[in-house]
């Protein structure tokens, strides 16, 4: 064994010993080359000085020249490290570097030309040796750099053809990405840019071939497999266009993420990803600044309700990387907690004592949790979300939606929890639904708590959120995978959409500052239409199927609102982030009501504006009813 080792460290030190030699080769021929080429600068300088009558040149002082030249040239390179590896053989400040020696022995030359005693040439002659010494010494290293370039292309007949969408910044950084290695796999063979003023230029030798409209042809004479979307502000409708037109030329998409996704300005090929829905809606990701705003996470007692839920698990990973002191996870199911820590941690073995198992609608289990946990920080994320199965069973809101969310304020109360965020729905606007009026309830519950604490209670309102548990993209991929017919309500229908990530960035930047009674909404753009969105799933799958319309449903909206009929969308703070003040409501009230004056009318009285005016008396009235033959309203 010991024999081995000894041969193994014998042949890495031969090979060690080889790329040394290599690498001083190298640099002994930039000192050569360097040498030749002043050797060649100075007699063409004296040639061309004397009109090339070769009779006038003083041989023997044009060789002291050279001497001169030559000393100067190795002492200076020595002195800017030219010759010891600093720059990159063939880059700027490579170029910068040969410039300066170059010059630097020029200027050598010239003074020493001013002695009496070493007129050798003629002083114009180390000037024009200079301009012929820079050339050939530049041009050298660049023919080196081209044939790096050359020998590290991506092979030809095993990567993909790619066309780039976008001649920017981003397009260029990565035409140089896709060329600097022969394993990247992508071989760009155009560039394609709506700016006429990029027509006709190239970037690293790929030529700008036109805009969107020339997809299809390109896609034709370069024999491309796979379109790539370069341009980081383009809106929806600009990817849907590119993205149609490649797909019907029979590319492949990918898309390079948003700035916030990204984290840094510069794009490589590693930060390819493939398009999804969310580049087709319509709308780019509101700018958040987390880092300079979530300071209020670092090293506090953090709890969050609903922690294994779509919006609570991703909040849980994202509060991680703050440095809280503690992260609670607190939730009623305990698979959804498995696979929350598993997320975050790596491990699920559901035994440290950050993982809670809990039902808010038990007020003193929760009560108990929150005295003997202490949290600073709360993020009531836990509730029942689905409006049709709420429509039958709206007990089940109540008890959640509601006293769940009644409970754990009174348990924060008791514990002096310093923030509390409220998790609530667009829906809540105007509302005409029992998610709906239960999540506009929660709000008013929220608005009464802050009035009665010192720390800031408050709301965060948005609409669906993609990709979440039970969403309609969930529900169109599974219809799509099995082959069924998408189903849709109506062909109008519209929703507000925003990502998971940005739906936890407007929860987070909430609590920064967010007033306390108040509703934060953040501003989702334009409304889309759910049919659209199934059919661009449809174009992304690559398949299509049938859309069928059910018809809107009980209580379901044909288009939903950000905010009530008497809000007002202020805007203090951040622009794309609205501050919607919520009347108050006091729970001790309503239940005293109920007692006095019947459920039905109490019912009426938890969904009231501000200034009295009662909302859809009949149907909340219906809830009420059957709230009152479940007598689920002392439960």
């Given at each position: ?74 002492v ?69 750099r ?6 590290s ?6 990567s ?45 030798g ?28 383009a ?42 829905i ?17 300071g209020?996470?670092?090293g ?75 949290p ?30 009644h ?35 929660g ?89 659209d ?33 008497h ?28 007692q ?39 439960a």
């Open positions: 064994m010991r024999a081995i080792d000894a041969r193994r460290h014998k042949r890495e030190g031969y090979a060690e010993l080889l790329r040394s030699l290599l690498w001083r080769l190298r640099r002994l021929a930039l000192v050569a080359w360097d040498a030749a080429a002043w050797t060649l600068a100075l007699v063409a300088g004296a040639v061309l000085r004397y009109e090339v009558d070769l009779g006038q040149i003083d041989v023997v002082g044009l060789r002291w020249t050279i001497v001169v030249a030559l000393a100067a040239q190795l200076i390179g020595t002195l800017l490290q030219l010759y010891r590896g600093r720059h990159y053989i063939g880059t700027v400040d490579d170029a910068i570097n040969v410039s300066a020696a170059i010059a630097l022995t020029g200027v050598v030359l010239f003074g020493v030309n001013l002695l009496p005693a070493a007129t050798w040439v003629p002083r114009s002659v180390p000037l024009i040796a200079i301009l012929i010494a820079l050339m050939l010494a530049v041009s050298a290293r660049l023919a080196v081209r044939y790096r370039e050359r020998s292309r991506p092979d030809l007949r095993s993909q053809r790619v066309i780039i969408f976008g001649a920017g910044n981003e397009g260029q950084q990565l035409v140089r990405s896709m060329l600097s290695g022969p394993r990247s796999g992508y071989l760009p063979v155009a560039l394609l840019d709506d700016d006429p003023g990029l027509r006709r230029r190239r970037v690293s790929v030529p700008v071939r036109g805009t969107r409209a020339d997809i299809g042809a390109v896609a034709g004479t370069t024999r491309a497999d796979l379109l790539i979307i370069a341009h980081r502000q809106d929806g409708g600009v990817m849907r266009a590119v993205a149609r037109a490649a797909t019907d030329a029979g590319l492949g998409v990918k898309v390079l993420p948003s700035l916030p996704e990204l984290l840094r300005p510069w794009v490589g090929i590693s930060d390819l990803r493939d398009l999804d969310a580049d087709l809606l319509g709308r780019r990701p509101v700018e958040i600044d987390l880092a300079a705003s979530a209020y996470l670092a506090r007692r953090i709890l969050v309700t609903g922690a294994g839920g779509s919006i609570g698990s991703e909040l849980c990973r994202q509060i991680h990387r703050f440095g809280p002191a503690e992260l609670l996870m607190l939730d009623r199911d305990e698979s959804a907690l498995h696979a929350t820590q598993l997320s975050i941690h790596g491990t699920a073995l559901l035994d440290s004592p950050n993982i809670i198992l809990a039902d808010i609608r038990d007020s003193a289990a929760i009560a108990s949790i929150f005295m003997h946990r202490r600073d920080v709360v993020f009531h994320a836990a509730a029942l979300k689905h409006l049709p199965i709420l429509e039958r069973y709206p007990e089940e809101a109540w008890k959640s939606n509601v006293l769940g969310t409970n754990v304020l009174e348990a924060a109360k008791l514990a002096e929890v310093d923030r509390f965020v409220n998790i609530s729905t667009d829906k809540a606007a105007n509302p005409t639904s029992v998610l709906g009026r239960s999540k506009r309830i709000e008013r519950l929220v608005a009464n708590a802050a009035m009665e604490v010192s720390g800031t209670y408050l709301s965060v309102r948005f609409g669906n959120v993609l990709g979440s548990r039970g969403s309609v993209l969930t529900t169109f991929a599974e219809q799509l995978a099995t082959g069924v017919p998408i189903t849709v309500t109506h062909p109008d229908v519209t929703r507000f959409f925003m990502t998971i990530p940005e739906a936890v960035h407007l929860v987070l930047y909430a609590a920064a500052i967010g007033r306390p009674g108040e509703a934060l909404v953040l501003d989702m753009g334009s409304p889309v239409r759910i049919a969105v199934a059919r661009q799933m449809m174009d992304i799958a690559g398949r299509s199927t049938e859309i069928v319309y059910t018809g809107l449903r009980e209580g379901e909206k044909l288009h939903e609102e950000l905010f009530g009929e809000e007002i969308d202020d805007r203090p703070i951040h622009p794309s982030v609205s501050h919607v003040e919520v009347p108050r409501l006091e729970p001790l009230r309503a239940v005293q009501r109920a006095s004056v019947g459920v039905e009318r109490a019912m009426v009285t938890l969904t009231c504006t501000a200034g009295g005016a009662e909302t859809d008396q009949h149907s909340v009235g219906q809830i009420a009813a059957r709230a009152a033959r479940s007598g689920w309203l002392h």
